[in-house]
């Protein structure tokens, strides 16, 4: 089983480039289902999740061709299958997308029914109520969602929770819908909008992406397109808090400052300096941490999926430190691994009360989850000590390349694979 070996206590140094964001990238594949002509995507990041995601997509009969390692043209005018098979969702969640993308296009979908995962329960009520709005029959049987209608209409559709899922799932079904379709408390987050944009570059007609009305008038096809995904911005904001924690100076080009501000803000609260400049954003961290308190918001808010990484951060500075965690309910479980690298945290429902220590110290742990597991490896680049990380196929799900570029920075880090090579690693940083 592959894992990660770290030798803890080199400060990153140097500049790093952002890849393509894995959540815009599952959307807008996804989408470029819903035309017959061929669509050229770019930046797309080579990590698992997008991987199974293309995979689904051929089982359809969508043909996928990479161009390169970040390039892939799609053309799905031969689909001969309306079902996605369990498999794929079982792997990857966000292979309901394709719901919205084949509902919207050919009025019928059958997408295996998600079930929870390590963050905890994952309902998908506010798709079916955005679905069943749209005039679709929506059934759940043998532990499938099979949604089918003759026409799909617009309607206005208020969401009861701001989803990213289900506002990215209704938005694409509505894009092919007859009339228009407002969608009401939409999510705001960078990669709504990322996809909007895509499917506008397709023809729709899609109005408000990244404020709370989404207004869409629906087409009756869409065409094909070349378009480029925007930078990860929880990539980004994991590689500015490893560089925090390691008391590094970290360039992390290729993003969008914006996307990236409450992120920022935080760093700056607990005494980093960042200089932010078109597409780049440089994180220094030459003072000892200070504590704050930290909210989890959809977005312009603190991002979910940046809580452990700030915990891990607030673990080595000084005094105490609230996390509230309010998107998801079981988002803390990585806590143990860091306790038993000798944080300080007690955890009491969604919060996380934070006493920070001066030093984490190396120990043999396991990635709960992607976010959890890259926050994990950061906290063995602080400590003292070596650390092994198992269950990186968590962190490979949305990270690519994650050691080497964290090598790049002067990182001691390396994967895996045999108890050789972890005794030979060892070996090696002494
Ligand atoms: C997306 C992101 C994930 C991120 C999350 C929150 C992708 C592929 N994943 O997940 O990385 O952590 O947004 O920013 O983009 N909810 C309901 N009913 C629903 C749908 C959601 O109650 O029908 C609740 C969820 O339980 C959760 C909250 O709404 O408490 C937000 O979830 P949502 O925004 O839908 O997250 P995902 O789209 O699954």
């Known amino acids: 089983m592959e894992q990660y070996a770290i030798k803890g206590g080199n400060p990153l140094v140097g500049e790093v ?35 199974v995601l293309i995979q689904a997509m051929e089982s359809i009969g969508v043909i996928v061709n990479r161009i390169d390692r970040h390039t892939v043209k799609i053309n799905a ?22 719901l919205g993308a084949l509902l919207g296009k050919y009025k019928k979908a059958e997408v295996s029914l998600p079930g929870g995962c390590n963050i905890g329960l994952r309902p998908i009520d506010q798709h079916i109520k955005g679905f069943r709005a749209l005039g679709a029959n929506v059934r759940i049987e043998h532990g499938l969602i099979i949604t089918e209608t003759e026409e799909l209409k617009g309607n206005h559709i208020y969401l009861d929770v701001v989803s990213v899922g289900a506002t990215i799932n209704v938005m694409m079904a509505a894009a092919m819908a007859a009339g228009k379709t407002t969608i ?34 629906g087409v009756s096809r869409l065409h094909g397109s070349e378009y480029t995904i925007i930078p990860d911005q929880i990539e980004a904001g994991t590689f500015m808090f490893a560089a925090a ?3 590094g ?16 803000a935080k760093l700056l609260e607990i005494g980093c300096e960042v200089e932010e400049s078109d597409d780049a954003v440089r994180v220094v961290a030459s003072k000892p941490l200070g504590h704050t308190h930290v909210k989890t918001l959809p977005y312009p808010g603190f991002p979910t999926d940046m809580q452990p990484q700030i915990v891990v951060a607030l673990g080595l500075s000084q005094g105490t430190s609230i996390v509230t965690e309010s998107i998801f309910e079981n988002r803390f479980k990585y806590v143990d691994e860091l306790t038993r690298m000798g944080a300080n945290i007690k955890v ?9 220590v001066t030093r984490y110290t190396g ?7 992607l976010r959890a597991g890259a926050a994990l490896v950061i906290a063995g680049l602080s400590a003292e000590g070596i650390t092994v990380v198992d269950d990186i196929k968590f962190i490979e799900r949305g990270y690519e390349d994650f050691h080497l570029k964290l090598q790049s920075l002067g990182a001691q880090i390396e994967k895996v694979d045999t108890e050789r090579e972890l005794q030979k690693f060892k070996l090696k940083v002494g």
């Open 17 to 51: 480039e952002i890849g393509g964001a894995k959540n815009a990238a599952l959307a807008i594949l996804a989408a470029a289902i819903m035309t017959d002509e061929t669509v050229l995507i770019e930046n797309v990041p080579d990590v698992r999740d997008t991987n």
């Open 77 to 98: 005018s031969h689909i001969h299958d309306l079902t996605i098979e369990d498999d794929y969702i079982k792997k990857i969640r966000a292979s309901y997308y394709l």
């Open 184 to 217: 009401e408390n939409a999510a705001k987050e960078p990669h709504v909008v990322d996809l909007a944009n895509f499917l506008n570059s397709m023809g729709a007609d899609i109005k408000g992406a990244g404020t709370d009305v989404i207004r869409i008038k």
């Open 245 to 247: 924690v390691t008391k």
């Open 249 to 264: 100076d970290v360039m992390v080009k290729n993003v969008i400052p914006k996307h990236l501000e409450s992120i920022s």
């Open 348 to 356: 009491e429902g969604n919060t996380a009360i934070i006493d920070g």
């Open 363 to 369: 120990a043999g742990i396991t990635a709960p989850d």
